[in-house]
């Protein structure tokens, strides 16, 4: 066998010492200089915030440590990183403390879409479902459902699909309880992946289903990709999410649909375009902009 050592940076105890001393300008000088030249500061700055809670969780007279850290943590862009990171690796019971004094996870979540950082505001999830209730917790997961389906990031919407998932409500008769609306009696839109939440075979698409309301959101996307004969993300939603495809072309391309072709020539042409417009874009995204250059310099 060989030796394998292992090194810590010592950046989280200096900071932790000077918090403690009251420097809070010194330890924001301190980290900022440290930010440059230390690998792997944020997550020196996560351990920093993880002994904090830990410290408060063992006695609640150094919580002060923990709002020392936050107020510190706050000056810099990653905050609302760190603070989500640190609450997905410890147990959910401190999760109140570390909130109480970070910010409310909600407000915290939609800081993240409006700063367009949608799989920063998706890891919220989970903790406002759990502080805050069922509802707040769909209410977000709904709204980040609609900023992922505005960046076409259909991989993030299935993740929320997922979260979205609930029980089918079964009556006493042993019918279900369920309003399907039109979207559900006539298109039968979701089909949930057996194994994307509990192993149910065969059954998960009958056991598990979306509101009516979240399936219109997913259709609608679908409908206006149809209308503007965007066959790229087309295919990345149908492919990326458990939307049904074939019952939605199955329906919709007949006369009144919304991907129904009344003039094929049109439509192969607007095709193409949204094709090469895809294709310009990734070239773009491809391309480091001037100010990346310099950041790599």
Known sequence: ???????????????????????????????????????????????????????ANRDAMTHAALKQSLALLREF???LEIV?????????????????????????????????????????ILVVDKLEGEVAGRAVAIEVMREALAAHDYRLVEDVIKFLLRPVRVTASGEEDVKPGLIGRV??????????VLALGARADRELTLDVTEQGILKAHLDALAREKDIFNMGAFVSDTSFDGIGYFTHETTAGGSAYIDNFSTALEAAVMSLRRRAAERREKATPSAAQRRRNE
């Open 84 to 124: 989500v990171s640190v609450a997905r690796k410890t147990d959910n019971t401190r999760w109140e403390a570390l909130f109480t004094a970070a910010g409310s996870p909600s407000d915290l979540c939609r800081h993240a879409l409006r700063g367009d950082r949608l799989r920063i505001a998706a890891c919220y």
């Open 77 to 79: 862009p990653n905050y």
């Open 1 to 55: 066998f060989s030796i394998a050592p292992k090194s810590h940076t010592i950046v989280p105890c200096v900071l932790r010492k000077l918090l403690s001393a009251g420097g809070h300008d010194a330890a924001l000088r301190f980290a900022r200089a440290e930010r440059r030249q230390t690998p792997h500061f944020t997550h020196a700055l996560e351990w920093l915030l993880f002994t904090a809670l830990e410290s």
């Open 187 to 196: 298109l039968n839109i979701i089909v949930p992946p057996p194994n994307s």
